[in-house]
């Protein structure tokens, strides 16, 4: 079970960051920007491996965060511009940074492992290096989200969301990032959109989904979205129930 180690460490905290962060966007009804950044950080990713054919991480990291950052921008105008149209923008970026991203990959040699890591992640390869390499921004995240409350709003979220979502990308990749965002602020949406029940969703589905998929051999990445939906639709069953008893 050691080698599971880095891929749990990895989950806990994009399940305790991501839980802040969903409520937020939950709170201001922008669903897809999690996805739409979430593409567009792993655009930068698939344009630098594409171009510089293996680049050192450095160069990785700030091509999927100079993407990420100026989608962050951009969202942040468009909340200016076009309230009434923003989701609906969104989702447009979203789509078209995908169909960018697979045309790059197109003619990339493993372009199916590619897109699958990209999309669905490779959580079990997660090593300590990946880890240690990224805490530092979830820590940040943290300590400011909780400790510097003007942090969650203006361009302020927006970069920070941006960064956040840079690093998980290459972790878990983008449809566990949209549904450990959204998830568990549904699940909490009942309790006053309280952190903790957040926190209980994310941390109890992750753990979960884990524990089941290394037992049974099943897609990780997969199974921890399907896990998200099961216990955040059963806290919104149970907070439903609670409320007509």
Request: hydrophobic residues 60%; neutral net charge; aromatic residues 14%.
């Amino acid at each position: 079970m050691i080698i599971l180690g880095p891929p749990v460490a990895a989950g806990l905290l994009i399940a305790i960051t991501h839980a802040a962060l969903g409520i937020e966007v939950l709170k201001r009804g922008i669903i897809f920007i999690d996805l739409a950044i979430a593409q567009v950080a792993g655009l930068g990713l698939a344009a630098a491996d594409f171009f510089l054919h293996e680049p050192p991480m450095f160069i990785t990291q700030v091509s999927a965060l100079l993407g990420a950052v100026l989608a962050g921008l951009f969202f942040r105008k468009i909340e200016f511009v076009t309230t009434k149209n923003q989701e609906a923008i969104i989702g447009g970026v979203f789509v078209f940074m995908a169909a960018l991203t697979i045309l790059i990959l197109a003619d990339h040699p493993f372009s199916g492992e590619k897109t699958a890591n990209l999309l669905s992640g490779q959580i079990l390869f997660v090593s300590w290096m990946n880890v240690f390499n990224h805490v530092p921004v979830y820590l940040f995240t943290l300590a400011t989200w909780f400790l510097v409350p003007r942090s969650r709003s203006g361009i302020r979220f927006y970069l920070l969301f941006a960064l956040v979502i840079t690093s998980s990308v290459q972790l878990v990749g983008v449809y566990v990032v949209f549904a450990s965002l959204i998830f568990p602020a549904l699940g909490s949406v009942n309790f006053n959109y309280s952190i903790f029940y957040a926190w209980f969703c994310g941390i109890s589905s992750f753990l979960l989904a884990m524990l089941i998929s290394v037992l049974y051999d099943l897609p990780t990445g997969s199974f921890i979205v399907i896990m998200y939906a099961v216990i955040a639709t059963l806290m919104f069953v149970f907070s439903k129930s609670r409320e007509a008893g």
